[in-house]
């Protein structure tokens, strides 16, 4: 395995530009976990559906984000490389959606749907959720895992995760989905979730990307282009590298709240992971997790 490397995280949700005229909550939900001695480092970003079917996607996005730290376990067994990219691929998947439907069932145990809210449904909805009951909890996933040998990225729905390797070169460790256009996307509510989550396994042969930057859709419909979207990772791959991540912990929810404003009126949240190639101070005690309200406007932390 390769030395293990130090990793700066930040996050920053803030509510769409229409969802709060419109009087509406934030649906987006993000989370890291970290843990002492170098242990993976989890970051997890879900963007609830909000339609009329959706009603309690808010929820659903926090329980989703809640669930990413089951690789935790599985991560720190001594299966190799091989074996965690098996893991990854074949079972990681389902034990998310599993999970996530326990805990959907659950919630819905303590708190069964209201008049009010079957009230607010037409015929189709209402014979689609007694179908299907998680589709009112209805939400996306994104999860970035990094290890001292490997990086994991996986996706479900909608979102974009975008790489910056030290040369400044931009990739998508994921793919676009063609399948997801206009307001369609794949989801966890979904029948058979775990054969519509993409997984893709980096081994570590060399240096890591210097950013990793994933974000809700939001982020990435409210600029024109491709390229522009892109231009972001790149703006802040040279303010890390200028040594100014201060200045990106200060300017990065004004820059969502821009971003919505002027784009795509969404409800927007960021995950950032950076290389840490200073020493710095040492860390504080170590804490398990880090978890994040969506109306927190950012929070930074440094990770092994």
Request: aromatic letters at 6%.
């Amino acid at each position: 395995m390769t030395a293990p490397t130090r990793w700066r995280t930040l996050t920053a949700s803030v509510c769409g530009a229409a969802h709060r005229r419109r009087g509406l909550p934030n649906q987006d939900a993000v989370r890291v976990t970290r843990c002492p001695d170098h242990a993976p480092l989890i970051l997890a970003l879900a963007d609830g559906h909000g339609s009329a079917h959706c009603f309690r996607s808010r929820c659903g996005a926090r329980l989703a984000v809640g669930v990413a730290h089951l690789a935790r376990s599985q991560l720190h067994e001594p299966v190799g490389l091989s074996g965690v990219r098996r893991w990854a691929e074949e079972q990681l998947p389902r034990e998310l959606v599993r999970e996530w439907r326990r805990r959907v069932e659950r919630h819905l145990a303590r708190e069964p749907f209201t008049t009010d809210e079957l009230d607010a449904l037409d015929t189709a909805g209402r014979r689609t959720l007694a179908a299907n009951p998680f589709v009112a909890y209805g939400t996306t996933l994104l999860m970035v895992i990094v290890a001292p040998a490997f990086i994991l990225y996986l996706q479900l729905g909608d979102g974009d995760i975008l790489t910056v390797a030290a040369s400044g070169a931009i990739e998508r460790p994921i793919a676009q989905d063609p399948r997801l256009i206009a307001n369609e996307t794949t989801s966890l509510c979904s029948p058979q979730a775990w054969d519509e989550m993409r997984v893709t396994f980096q081994a570590l042969a060399g240096a890591p990307p210097g950013l990793i930057l994933a974000a809700t859709d939001g982020y990435a419909n409210s600029f024109r282009d491709e390229a522009g979207f892109r231009q972001v990772a790149h703006d802040l791959w040279e303010m890390i590298r200028g040594g100014d991540w201060a200045g990106i912990e200060r300017g990065l929810p004004d820059w969502l709240h821009e971003a919505t404003e002027q784009g795509s009126g969404d409800d927007i949240t960021v995950g950032l992971l950076a290389e840490r190639t200073d020493a710095g101070p040492p860390d504080a005690a170590p804490r398990l997790e880090r978890d994040t309200d969506p109306h927190e406007r950012t929070a930074p932390t440094d990770a092994a």
